[in-house]
Nanobody, 123 residues
Framework: QVELVESGGGLVQAGGSLTLSCVAP????????MSWFRQVPGKEREFVAA???????SYGESVKDRFTISRGNAKMTVFLQMNDLKPEDTAVYYC?????????????????WGQGTQVTVSS
């Protein structure tokens, strides 16, 4: 079992920035796909970004060029830098880990999930 702990959510005005962090205490996740998803009530969980073990990244269309996913040097952390935030980015953001080769944009493929952190962007 891998525990994932997210932090960094909060309230920000439109156009602002936030950085989310995901930590896997006591684990090295450098050989996993690590991803961020988000979800608003009544909607399906949406793929945001993923980083592979070789640091190749993938982004959802709505966040491309605004968000950046990266791994920390400790290899047990993953970050999501979010710039130029918009009200439609408001959601609970989840960190997820995928430990095998599978499509990264499909939430059902993931093995481990964090509890989520709320991001609210005001207009």
């Amino acid at each position: 079992q891998v525990e994932l702990v997210e932090s960094g959510g909060g309230l920000v005005q439109a156009g602002g920035s936030l950085t989310l962090s995901c930590v896997a205490p006591g684990r090295t996740v450098s050989n996993y796909y690590m991803s961020w998803f988000r979800q608003v009530p009544g909607k399906e969980r949406e793929f945001v970004a993923a980083v592979a073990w070789n640091n190749i990244t993938s982004y959802g269309e709505s966040v491309k060029d605004r968000f950046t996913i990266s791994r920390g040097n400790a290899k047990m952390t993953v970050f999501l830098q979010m710039n130029d935030l918009k009200p439609e980015d408001t959601a609970v953001y989840y960190c997820a880990a995928l430990v095998r080769l599978a499509p990264v944009k499909r939430p059902g493929n993931y093995d481990y999930w964090g509890q989520g952190t709320q991001v609210t962007v005001s207009s």
